[in-house]
């Protein structure tokens, strides 16, 4: 069985976007994932198909209506479905590395994209739909995470990465940043590639990487750098 993504949205166009494109595109084509859009507003009413209405107590922009979108919802995830039910969010918890390999490993993932202010909060507690957050930061729409997302899940499926040891060595896998990388030509604008990256000894290439990894990681995001020491286990002797 391959990841199964369904998107529910009000821009059935802006998909499958940047998701049918290179590795992404490829794996969606030999069938490593599929992906099925739903528009929101084909689950509307009245003869304006309208989604959305003025918020409850006042205040600027509309909020998805929660009838409709759940409508939609149950059309396309019904009870019985055990993927989980995501909804793109500002609110949400913020995406990282260890929950994109927790749902690459799961059944697929419905993801609903919201727009306006955001959606009606009944909707969100009556169809369990849980938040993430792809950054603190404001866009006008779901689908722009929900590419992010969905981009991060497929490169982790089984098959579709090239080289899968690069994917145990990135960033964010082993808790660190990953180390810098280097190619040909040996000498550019006056710099050069670090003598140890040429000197075909392993161990010390090994060795090399791992300092610089920690380096920056000490450097650039010492939340990571904490994290990491308090999940080490305490050393004996
Ligand atoms: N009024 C909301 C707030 O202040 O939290 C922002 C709504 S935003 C204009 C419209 C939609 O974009 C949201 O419902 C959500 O689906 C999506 N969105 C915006 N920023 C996001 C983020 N950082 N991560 C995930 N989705 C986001």
Redesign the pocket.
């Known amino acids: 069985m391959s990841f199964e993504a369904s998107v529910l949205t009000l821009y059935p166009d802006m998909f499958p976007g940047t998701l049918g494109q290179a590795l992404a595109g490829k794996a969606l084509k030999s069938g490593a994932w599929s992906l099925d859009i739903t528009q929101i507003r084909d689950f509307a009413t009245d003869r304006h198909r309208s989604v959305d209405d003025t918020p409850a107590g006042g205040g600027a922009?509309m909020v998805l209506r929660p009838d409709i979108l759940a409508r939609a919802i149950d059309h396309v995830s019904p009870a019985d479905d055990d993927r989980p039910r995501l909804?793109?969010?500002?609110?949400?918890k913020p995406l990282t590395q260890e929950m994109v390999r927790n749902l690459a490993t799961g059944p697929g993932a419905v993801i609903v994209?919201?727009?306006?202010?955001?959606?009606d909060e009944r909707v969100i507690g009556a169809r369990q739909l849980t938040e993430?957050?792809?950054?603190?930061?404001?866009?006008?729409?779901?689908e722009v995470?929900a590419q992010v997302l969905l981009d991060a899940i497929v490169r982790l499926l089984p098959g579709v990465m090239g080289n899968a040891v690069s994917g145990q060595t990135e960033s964010f896998e082993t808790g660190l940043l990953e180390h810098p990388h280097y190619t040909r030509p040996s000498e550019w604008e006056g710099r050069t590639v670090p003598d140890v990256l040429t000197s075909g000894n392993h161990a010390k290439i090994e060795a090399w990487r791992r300092e610089q990894a920690e380096h920056l990681t000490r450097e650039r995001r010492p939340d990571l750098w904490q994290a990491r020491a308090r999940k080490k286990p305490p050393s004996h002797g």
């Open positions: 922009g909804l793109m969010s500002p609110r949400g994209c919201g727009r306006f202010e955001g959606v993430v957050s792809i950054g603190d930061y404001v866009l006008s729409g779901g995470a």
